[in-house]
């Protein structure tokens, strides 16, 4: 939501700060992030702040932007690459959700994104649903794929998309990304899920 064009460093350097300052302990209650620390952080002016955000609402929700749009890059990937069969598909496309957990950085933008801070910025709700759709599209093409070819008899791509996308939140929320097992089974037991869902059978 860039309103000027500025400098592409300048608005880096005030989101990463942004994300340093979301990101310290989680501690209950949890004061809210003043304005002056993320400038102090990313060592700008106000001025310059606002050469790139009408708000710190704006802000916050360009953090999401930019997470969703990480995801969607690297699912889309996966549809557009179209390797293998139908189901390695989605198995491929389920591993790189997952993958994002193996990886410290995009750990703690999700957390950061999913703070409680930032889903109370106006208009977050909204995003988050474009957000979600957005990597769903991918999803529901791979699983066209699977219908039309006969692999996924049962499919109805569109909404499977939403079902098993939402499936995934769920259980990413729920499993602790240092528990390298845990995650692999929850990988697992999503895509023997999820191909069950569509008629086909999981590979032994």
């Given at each position: ?6 400098s ?5 350097r005030?989101i ?5 300052c ?6 209950s ?9 993320i ?7 106000s001025?310059?702040?606002y ?16 997470g ?9 990937r ?6 293998g069969?139908?189901?390695d ?14 990886d ?8 950061v ?10 208009g977050?709700?909204d995003m988050?649903?474009r ?9 529901a ?12 008899p ?9 079902a098993?996308s939402?499936?995934?939140?769920r ?14 089974l ?19």
């Amino acid at each position: 939501m860039q309103i000027d064009a500025g400098s592409d460093e300048e608005r880096r350097r005030i989101i990463d700060a942004t994300y340093l300052c979301l990101s310290g302990p989680s501690e209950s209650p949890r004061k809210p992030v003043k304005m002056s620390a993320i400038l102090r952080a990313a060592g700008v002016s106000s001025r310059a702040f606002y050469r790139h955000f009408r708000s710190k609402d704006d802000l916050f929700l360009a953090l999401l932007q930019q997470g969703a749009d990480e995801i969607a890059a690297r699912v889309e990937r996966v549809a557009a690459a179209a390797a293998g069969s139908p189901a390695d598909q989605l198995a491929a496309w389920i591993g790189a959700i997952f993958d994002l957990m193996a990886d410290p950085r995009q750990r703690m933008q999700m957390a950061v994104i999913d703070s409680e801070e930032v889903r109370s910025a106006v208009g977050y709700r909204d995003m988050r649903e474009r957000s979600h759709e957005s990597r769903e599209r991918s999803l529901a093409e791979i699983l066209r794929r699977g219908r039309d070819a006969g692999s996924f008899p049962l499919a109805d791509p569109d909404h499977d998309a939403v079902a098993i996308s939402a499936v995934v939140s769920r259980i990413m929320s729920g499993v602790a990304p240092e528990d390298v097992q845990a995650v692999k089974l929850a990988e697992s037991r999503l895509l023997d899920f999820a191909l069950r869902a569509v008629g086909a059978v999981a590979a032994e």
